[in-house]
């Protein structure tokens, strides 16, 4: 009896594990086994995936010390992408940890038992399983992690109408909904969900955490101060001691960048306790000799001096220099900050950021020195080595353009004029000078030999090192490093190289086409149709050579021979004197030579310092050399011109009026000439542009209404009136296109040859050059004729004969098969980042599970903003017909052509069919938004998720035994 109790007993058991292991029910026991086996299996293993990718990316993490490092790791982007293998594994496991153990079903009440508040709150929950979540906030921290801040954001927002009911939970998921907005520099939206999570009641644990996310909003706006005591709040909930050093270096540097270097030097020295990696403590103790009281600034360069002696800096003294230029910068000894600069440029072996930072602030110091030669050099190898979205990129790349236009004349003053003050030299001091500059160059050329020799010596210890520890260890280490011997990793061939390219090419920015200097589509044809007719003199001139080579072979050269072949070997010497002295202008055809290359030079650089770089007095000073040491200059008149708009825009009318005097009286025949003397000038000067602006667009109507002849005689009337105007470029264009409708072709050619050799930087030229390129080689226009109807009726592009859409050129009207959403509108018609980011906030607040791919593709005339995917039309339709019923969203897409299609018919538009093609199309097939009534809280397809996987059998998972809940990230 006995044994068949227990038999019976155990059975009881097992029905009553079996039922509980069931999420269709809901009760004490199914909630906490669900809770249990969402515990100790599938979460646990993601958790501690977490755990190790979050470990890899500490370990791994570069941070840029030149400059405020980000509060969170993910603000290095390079950052984002280690350990992503292991985030992937958590977000699995906690999707399925979801989709396995999830408990939506309402548990049954007792009808007899009253309900309080407190019960129907509990009732209104969506999830009952009491652990999961957990798993929630885990695969939003996985997706932020990952840099994925937008799937974060609608994981967050998500889980806030999730658990609606649990106040602790909502304002947690808003604090970290909060942060990925502040990654994506989303500001007043971050501040915004902050405010709203201390509107209710908001429990003091959270504090640290909402103390971070502010933090990290106002150290991306600079709000210094502010962001210091938050930091110094949120230091409370970080116990681990890598991030916990960081934080101290983070604070150090922001109390040094607002003039408290006490309280800077005391959490430097903080970091160097916590017993950091080498280089975070290294650039602790760089900032802390920066931190030094400024009256022992001549103890701080000594010791960082004696850093960059040591051997375990050898790969740090771009920064250690650093360290010692902005010392004495800050003593306004810009020549010594100068000096450690180019040290810390010459003696950095590392090329990264840091050399990029150094070489940003020693460009700067040579702008603000007027040294624009060494300038363009600082500021075009520091493009290279900054990356785009660095704060002073775009001021960088601007001035390396300006810059570039001006190297050539720049270089050609300060050769000139250092050969002329050579040649005004006795032979004595000038062979002095000459002698020194050799022993300059070879001195340099040997430590640059030293150098590279010492650092491939390094690379090759290292190598051998690493070969001997592969060998006896079979593996990879575990960040996956391994070392490889390749040409770029070895730096005296990096050197040699680099020397190689400059001797061939020169300096030169990287860039697309960089061996070209004129880059429009005209010259590109120009270089064509002359490669054959040079090929044959290239060849005719090595024939020659050839024959003179051969007749002279064997025969032994005369004395006078020789000294001629010595001679030109020592004038490309640059270590004999000779190279030096051949271009020195001795004689009065030489200076003449010398000077006329001088004062191009002169008035090239006067021109853009006035018109590029807004350097009103460097322009004054250059334009006035040219007047008082060149006044028989070929183009004086338009140094008049030049100094008659310099003084106007800086507010001098009495010089504006004796330079313009001065050019109507010797020049009158000149075409700025008779603009200024116009007595309208000043008034077409001052509201010229709205003119020119609405003849342009009363022009361009004449034009789409084949009013040619209104075309031709606006654009005359405007190249008298405004020949420089910023429309000229597109008036020319519009009145070569109406000649070519006349039937003018050749003058049709003559017109846009003139627009791109005139304008080659207009937006137009390229578009020209085309057509006169083609028709060159000899294509046709369409019917001979230019086609200008509506963009939205032009075909956008002509397929393959082969292609098989041409075999069916009309669109599908299947509804069973992906579709997408479309914004089409015409470019720099509105702003594609605003548009982008209004979309993205509508979907993952609106859609808080589904997952919407946002992309903008760029066409002939048209840019469509495309989200996808829809499962079938049905979805589109839906998603379409809610964002038109959205009044804000409705709003801001007001005259935008908003349309969903199929992928398929996407094809077909892209491939040859017009925007008219296919309005036509859906009118005729499908239905019109608006025209089908859908209830707004009827759950669709849209509304549950689409990337949880399919429920899997636990058996591989592992088990764990009793464990802390302190070792859960959540």
């Known amino acids: 009896m006995k044994r ?3 038999i019976s007993f155990s059975c009881a058991v097992f029905l009553l594990l079996l039922v509980a292991c069931s999420t269709d029910k809901n009760t004490p026991l199914t909630r906490r086994v669900q809770a249990f086996k969402a515990r100790y299996n599938t979460y646990y293993n993601g958790n501690e ?51 396995m153990h999830s408990i939506t079903k309402r548990p049954e009440w007792n009808k007899n038992r009253a309900k309080t508040a407190k019960d129907r709150i509990w009732l209104s929950q969506k999830e009952y399983n009491p652990f999961l979540w957990r798993a929630w906030f885990l695969m939003g921290e996985a997706q932020f992690r990952k840099g994925e801040y937008m799937e974060a954001a609608s994981t967050f927002a998500y889980i806030q109408r999730l658990y609606f009911s649990k106040p602790d939970l909502v304002a947690r998921a808003r604090l970290l909904e909060a942060r990925c907005y502040a990654e994506m520099e989303w500001f007043y939206d971050a501040e915004e969900l902050v405010s709203r999570a201390q509107r209710d009641s908001f429990p003091d644990k959270l504090i640290p955490l909402k103390s971070s996310v502010l933090a990290d909003v106002q ?14 709040k949120a230091l409370k909930d970080e116990h681990r001691s890598l991030p916990r050093a960081r934080m101290y270096l983070l604070l150090g540097q922001l109390y040094h960048k607002i003039g408290h270097d006490p309280e800077a030097y005391k959490y430097f020295k903080k970091v160097v306790h916590k017993n950091p990696p080498y280089e975070l403590e290294f650039n602790a103790r760089i900032l802390m000799s920066e931190s030094m009281s400024k009256n022992r600034s001549g103890q701080m ?7 960059a002696k040591n051997p375990k800096n050898k790969d740090y003294l771009d ?40 070489l940003l602030h020693l460009g700067q110091l040579y702008w603000e020195k007027e ?20 704060e002073s990129y775009k001021e960088v790349d601007e001035r390396s353009k300006i810059l570039e236009e001006l190297l050539p004349y720049a270089s050609a003053v300060e050769l000139q004029d250092s050969l002329q003050m050579m040649a005004r030299l006795d032979s004595v001091t000038r062979m002095g000078k000459i002698k020194k500059t050799i022993e300059e160059l070879k001195k340099k050329e040997r430590e640059e030999e030293k150098l590279a020799l010492e650092a491939g010596n390094r690379q090759t210890s290292a190598t051998q090192r690493a070969g001997v520890a592969n060998a006896q260890q079979g593996v990879v280490n575990r960040a996956g490093r391994t070392t490889a011997v390749w040409y770029f990793y070895n730096p005296t061939t990096v050197v040699a190289g680099k020397k190689e390219f400059e001797k061939k090419w020169g300096s030169r920015t990287l860039s697309d086409d960089w061996r070209r200097k004129n880059k429009t589509v005209l010259n590109d044809f120009n270089d064509e149709s002359l490669s054959d007719s040079m090929k044959m003199v290239q060849d005719s001139i090595a024939a020659v050579e050839d024959s ?27 270590h004999r004197p000779e190279y030096y002295l051949k271009d020195i202008p001795f004689t009065d055809e030489q200076m003449a030579a010398s000077n006329a290359s001088l004062v191009d030079g002169l008035y090239g650089s006067a021109v853009i310092y006035k018109d590029r770089m807004d350097n009103f007095p460097l322009a004054e000073r250059t334009f006035q050399r040219i007047l008082l040491h060149f006044p028989n200059f070929q183009q004086i008149d338009e140094v008049y011109y030049n100094m008659f708009q310099l003084y106007s825009r800086m507010g001098r009318r009495e010089d504006a009026e004796d330079y313009r005097q001065r050019l109507i009286a010797e020049y009158p025949d000149n075409e700025h000439s008779k603009l200024i003397a116009d007595p309208n000038f000043e008034y077409k000067g001052r509201y010229g542009k709205y003119i020119e602006d609405s003849v342009y667009q009363a022009t361009y109507d004449a034009f789409k209404f084949q009013d040619y002849q209104t075309v031709i005689r606006n654009s005359q009337d405007m190249a008298h009136a405004y020949p420089e105007g910023e429309n000229r470029p597109r008036f020319m264009f519009l009145e070569a296109l109406g000649r070519l409708e006349m039937g003018d072709r050749e003058r049709f050619m003559s017109d846009l040859r003139t627009l791109v050799e005139k304008y080659p930087q207009s937006s137009v030229s390229e578009l020209a050059g085309l057509y006169v390129k083609g028709l060159r080689e000899g294509r046709l226009l369409q019917g001979g004729r230019f086609e200008m109807g509506s963009i939205w009726e032009r075909r956008r592009g002509l397929a393959d004969e082969e292609d098989s859409l041409l075999n069916d050129s009309t669109f599908n009207p299947e509804k069973n098969a992906s579709f997408v959403f479309a914004v089409a509108y015409e470019p720099d018609s509105i702003d594609e980042n605003q548009l982008l980011y209004e979309m993205a906030r509508y979907n993952f607040t609106i859609f808080t599970v589904r997952n919407f791919d946002i992309s903008i593709e760029k066409g002939d005339g048209i840019n469509m903003m495309q989200v996808r995917s829809f499962l079938n039309y049905d979805e589109a339709y ?20 908003c349309f969903i299609i199929s992928e398929e018919n996407l094809k077909k538009l892209m491939r040859g069919l017009s925007f008219a093609d296919y309005f036509d199309f859906y009118d005729e097939y499908f239905d019109r938004v608006g025209s089908l009534q859908i209830s707004e809280d009827e759950p669709t397809s849209l509304d549950e998720p689409t990337e949880l996987p399919e429920p899997i059998e636990e058996g591989g998972e592992e088990n764990a035994d009793d464990w802390n809940d302190d070792n859960y990230i959540f």
């Open 371 to 390: 040294k624009f030669v060494d300038a363009q050099q600082c500021y075009s190898q520091a493009l290279g080595l900054l990356d785009k979205e660095h």
């Open 878 to 897: 839906i998603y379409l017909h809610r964002l038109m019923n959205h009044a804000e969203m409705a709003y801001k897409l007001q005259g935008l052509k």
């Open 4 to 6: 068949i109790s227990c």
């Open 319 to 358: 920064q250690v220099y650093y360290a010692i230029g902005n010392i004495y910068l800050s003593k306004n000894d810009t020549t010594r900050a100068i000096w450690a600069y180019r040290d810390g440029v010459e003696k950095g072996s590392r090329n990264g950021i840091e050399k990029g930072v150094v």
């Open 219 to 232: 150290l991306r706006q600079k709000q210094y101060p502010e962001a210091i005591l938050n930091i110094e």
């Open 49 to 99: 995936a977490f755990k190790e990718g979050r470990l890899l990316q500490e370990e791994g993490n570069k941070d840029n010390f030149t400059e405020i490092i980000p509060l969170y790791l993910t603000g290095n982007k390079a950052t984002t992408k280690i350990g992503s293998s292991n985030f992937d594994r958590t977000l699995e496991k906690c999707q399925k940890t979801i989709k």
């Open 548 to 574: 003179i080579y051969q007749a002279n072979k064997g025969r032994k050269l005369s004395k006078s021979e020789k000294d001629s072949v010595m001679a030109e070997e020592y004038a490309n010497d640059p």
């Open 301 to 307: 360069i000594r010791k960082l001096r004696s850093m």
